[in-house]
């Protein structure tokens, strides 16, 4: 991404917070990326979306997958970007799974896009969905790395920004009384 600073659109944005917050992991932390702040201007979502598009055009994707809700709005550009379908990922009684008559088959490459990762459970359950329809799995792009997380699969991250994060049990903010902040999307 010749000549977009991710790094500098992020602060620009509002979107790196500090205080102490649950993640949707469950894990405390005392940095947040305020993934909406990002979603919510097209043209940092079409400048993102260049960016992981361009990371894996030459494995010619035949459909990108994301997870709801906040990977419809970056799935959507990125396949719109590489010329395919976007399928999205939602819980239904709490399982993951392509809903609306979405379809996968055997013969697609699976482009997972994802906007956070810090423990990757959210892409791991879209991994497994798309697995579980004899799909392919042909990378896993991401906005930002938080954390280490390992998928198995050719992985790029626009930004590696690691932020410490802790049990619950284990977080200093917690031991010092610090109220905490519970701004994500999904619960483990």
Known sequence: MSTFDLSR???????LLDGHFRLSSGRHSNRF????????DPRLVEEVARGIAGAFRAVRPTVVVSAAVGGIVLGYEVARQLGTLALFVEKEDGVPKLRRNFQLNADDRVLIVEDVVTTGMSVREVIDVVRGYGAHVAGVGVIVKRGDADFGVP?????DLPIVSYAPAECPQCASGLPIDDPGSRRA
């Not at 990326?33 to 919510?40: H, S």
């Open 155 to 159: 992985t790029h991250a626009l930004l």
């Open 33 to 40: 990326v305020q993934k909406f702040r990002i979603l919510e």
């Open 9 to 15: 659109a992020l602060h620009e944005r509002g979107a």
